[in-house]
Nanobody, 123 residues
Framework: QLQASGGGLVQTGGSLRLSCAASGFTLNYYAIGWFRQAPGKERELVASITSDGSTDYADSVKGRFTFSRDNAKATVFLQMDHLKAEDTAVYYC???????????????????WGQGTQVTVSS
């Protein structure tokens, strides 16, 4: 089970930190992805980390978002800085086993999904 939190309303240029807590499985054996879905748009990968620590970021968030994980706390984080209005979306965390770097952008590769947390950036 994954529990996402940390969303909210922030002004353009502000920051938010999303958290995703895992229960029932060992987090460090899984690849973790943060996806987002804006109204009328497809779900897209924002950032991911594989079980061996390789990361991938969407071009639109590179340099602004940072993914980290705390295996001891079974929690992953997405630090989002310099937020823009186009970052507004529902953000989901997902976990999957055996996902290699070339597969991390495929939502279907993930086995578990959190419930989503709303991020709204006002301009």
């Amino acid at each position: 089970q994954l529990q996402a939190s940390g969303g909210g309303l922030v002004q353009t240029g502000g920051s938010l930190r999303l958290s995703c807590a895992a229960s029932g499985f060992t987090l460090n054996y899984y690849a973790i992805g943060w996806f987002r879905q804006a109204p009328g748009k497809e779900r897209e990968l924002v950032a991911s980390i594989t079980s061996d620590g390789s990361t991938d970021y969407a071009d639109s968030v590179k340099g602004r978002f940072t993914f980290s994980r705390d295996n001891a706390k079974a929690t992953v984080f997405l630090q989002m800085d310099h937020l823009k209005a186009e970052d507004t979306a529902v953000y989901y965390c997902a976990a999957g086993q055996g996902i290699i770097l070339s597969e991390v952008r495929r939502a279907r590769a993930y086995d578990y999904w959190g419930q989503g947390t709303q991020v709204t950036v006002s301009s």
